[in-house]
């Protein structure tokens, strides 16, 4: 089963350092490097509090970078990924990246 480990602490799917999103997608079709990549699903929350509506941790990692070597197509094939931002609080989702990106 797949995991994303996120430290983007006021997503509101982040619960204790793992996405409870049903599902994510990583973003920037032609990055080369990983913070030319995002996080799709990113939901600001304010509260710090999961308003995530799902039980368990994401289990789905979809992939639109094609440039990344773990992109089978439009899934990501790593089991865990981490998602990280680029300022201590993003405000959108252009300011998180998937840290576990490697280039072709």
Do not use: Q, W
């Not at 990113?42 to 941790?57: A, G, I, M, R, T």
């Amino acid at each position: 089963m797949s995991s994303v480990n996120c430290n983007v602490i006021n997503c509101s799917h982040n619960d204790s350092g793992l996405c409870y999103a049903n599902k994510i997608a990583v973003n920037g079709k032609k990055s080369h490097t990983s913070t030319h990549t995002c996080c799709s699903s990113f939901v600001e929350s304010s509260d710090n509090l999961s308003s995530s509506n799902n039980d368990h941790p994401c289990s789905f990692i979809g992939c639109n970078v094609k440039t990344c070597t773990h992109n089978a197509g439009v899934i990501c094939a790593l089991n865990n990924i981490a998602v990280t931002s680029k300022t201590p609080r993003p405000n959108e989702l252009s300011e998180t990246y998937c840290s576990s990106f490697k280039c072709k």
